[in-house]
């Protein structure tokens, strides 16, 4: 099995709604976002796929949060709120859809929301 791994960042604002919680105040984080893909084949190349490539379909990706004030977004929803661990499984599955690389797979996905929290989806496919 082989892993790469893809570091990336965005800024952007949110809200969360949770009773009685600073976060409920709008506010803005830099997030860091680690994405991880595996497979167990090489290609002819001797890659998994190419890091040029995964980091352009993340960047297509993340272009859709930066700077932007996620609750206003079409994809969070009151029941797929912007919290750092829907920003992951969002990142996580636009990335499986834009992979054509055959059995390479979005293994993991952390949004950073600072120096020392961060959510992480594990995918179970």
Known sequence: M?????LTH??????LRMVAQKCENLH???????????????DRAGVLMD????KKHVADIIDTLDHQFLNELD???DDFPPSSEHIAIYIAR???EAITHPGVRVSRVSAWE???SCATYITNE
Do not use: M, P, Y
């Open 2 to 6: 082989f892993e790469l791994k893809i």
């Open 10 to 15: 965005f800024a952007a604002a949110h809200q």
């Open 28 to 42: 803005g984080h830099n997030w860091h976002v680690e994405v991880c893909v595996t497979g167990d084949k090489l």
């Open 51 to 54: 890091f040029g490539e995964l």
């Open 75 to 77: 994809i969070f929803t």
């Open 94 to 96: 636009r990335l499986q």
């Open 114 to 116: 600072s120096d020392n």
